[in-house]
């Protein structure tokens, strides 16, 4: 039913940017929120940003002031800016939704395929 297509990972040098995308389409009633986790080699996916529908955000700590999320509610679109890359953001981003397919449907969750981001000089 509901896909996420996500865009714009890369390779950056550090101290570089980047802006990931992430839309979802399908069959979707309501989303309630859209963010995005990563996972380094060898490590746990952990999450990095996340905004809900009427705009409440949250953020890892590694990633506060540098990364900012925000989301395009008519297209069902949410975006990462990451400014000031270091190399320990190196990592797949993956999005996330959280959404209702119908009224009264209750919520689902849908996982993005993910994008690597790598830092390096």
């Known amino acids: 039913q509901v896909q996420l297509v996500e865009s714009g990972g890369g390779l950056v040098q550090p101290g570089g940017s980047l802006r990931l995308s992430c839309a979802a389409s399908g069959s979707i009633f309501s989303i309630y929120a859209m963010g995005w986790y990563r996972q380094a080699p060898g490590k746990q996916r952990e999450l990095v940003a996340v905004?809900?529908?009427?705009?409440?955000?949250n953020y890892a700590d590694s990633v506060k002031g540098r990364f900012t999320i925000s989301r395009d509610n008519a297209k069902n679109t949410v975006y990462l800016q990451m400014d000031s890359l270091k190399p320990e953001d190196t990592a797949v981003y993956y999005c996330n939704t959280n959404y209702s397919p119908r009224l009264d449907g209750g919520y689902l969750e849908v996982w993005g395929q993910g994008t690597l981001v790598t830092v390096s000089s």
């Open positions: 905004i809900t529908n009427i705009g409440r955000t």
